[in-house]
């Protein structure tokens, strides 16, 4: 090669790497957002017994796209609920379901879940008395079995947790509940629906979670809380033995981390974001400031 051809080579090349490695700020790679902010209906459940159809019409006209019920249709028929939804623009792509469904009425639930078009069915709560080794042995082989029936019909098995599956138990040996789960369990049966609230309250990292088993959480819930020693409310059913000074809050406006969390949503297998707040003061305004962060949220 000439020497001149060869100099201009060089330069060109230098050239060409400093371009790559300097992006000008509209070549930045696009962050990612929600596309689509969920409610778990417990945010509103107060509301929902007073005007169960305005309810949800006001939490469509609020902006949410998805709704998460809980245990409580209003008395209305599972076609009656689809229309309802339709009609607002709404889908439902999980409900939570009572331990005793699960063990008695699995079939129905099942088909309940169909007509209102429900992906997912989750188990929120295992009664204080099953909270032992062989309480959870017996709460995981249930879950595997619904899961293997659930997946037939084309729904998706999960386990929903609060505070209390994060505390060392002397009933289990010092492991912690959750941790029993998540190794009972068949982790194609049996996903987790992730309350990021509750296990920050209880001092564990969501992310952890994520790396150690990965696309194991489709869904999670959004809420949010902040630490205050003055605080007078109790939330000891969700927290059991964990201690927690703190009330909770409006997504935005506690001390959850929510952008580092959701950086790793892809590890963790997010596919659905559930606001919820369990002690809502204003409903409506509540839900309003936790769907307006998050409708802006950039991760």
């Not at 098995?157 to 789960?181: I, M, Q, R, V």
């Not at 000891?236 to 935005?252: N, P, Q, Y």
């Amino acid at each position: 090669m000439p020497p001149m051809n060869r100099r201009t080579f060089i330069a060109t090349s230098v050239a060409a790497t400093l371009a790559a490695s300097v992006k000008p700020s509209w070549a930045a790679d696009s962050a990612h957002h929600i596309d689509r902010v969920g409610l778990q209906l417990y945010t509103v459940r107060g509301e929902l017994k007073k005007d169960f159809d305005g309810t949800i019409a006001k939490v469509a006209a609020t902006g949410y796209k998805e709704v998460e019920f809980a245990e409580d249709y209003g008395g209305h028929s599972p076609k009656d609920v689809r229309a309802l939804l339709d009609k607002n623009g709404l889908v439902s792509p999980s409900a939570h379901i009572r331990y005793d469904l699960i063990e008695n009425k699995w079939p129905q639930t099942l088909e309940t879940a169909r007509v209102i078009g429900n992906g997912y069915l989750v188990c929120p709560w295992i009664d204080e008395k099953q909270r032992t080794a062989d309480g959870y042995k017996r709460a995981s082989e249930l879950f595997n079995k619904a899961g293997e029936a659930s997946q037939k019909a084309g729904i998706q098995f999960c386990y929903h947790n609060h505070s209390f599956e994060f505390a060392p138990s002397d009933a289990t040996g010092g492991k912690l509940l959750y941790d029993l789960l998540l190794e009972q369990t068949d982790p194609r049966l049996v996903k987790m629906e992730m309350d990021l609230g509750w296990i920050s309250v209880a001092g564990k990292d969501p992310v952890s979670y994520f790396e150690k088993y990965p696309g194991r959480f489709p869904m999670v819930h959004v809420k949010d809380y902040v630490n205050d020693p003055n605080s007078t409310s109790s939330y000891a059913g969700a927290t059991g033995s964990v201690e927690f000074k703190g009330r909770l809050a409006d997504v935005g406006k506690g001390i959850v981390d929510w952008k580092r969390i959701f950086a790793q949503s892809e590890i963790g297998g997010i596919k659905h974001y559930f606001v919820e707040n369990d002690d809502a003061k204003t409903p409506f305004e509540d839900i309003k400031i936790s769907y307006d962060y998050l409708s802006k949220l950039q991760f």
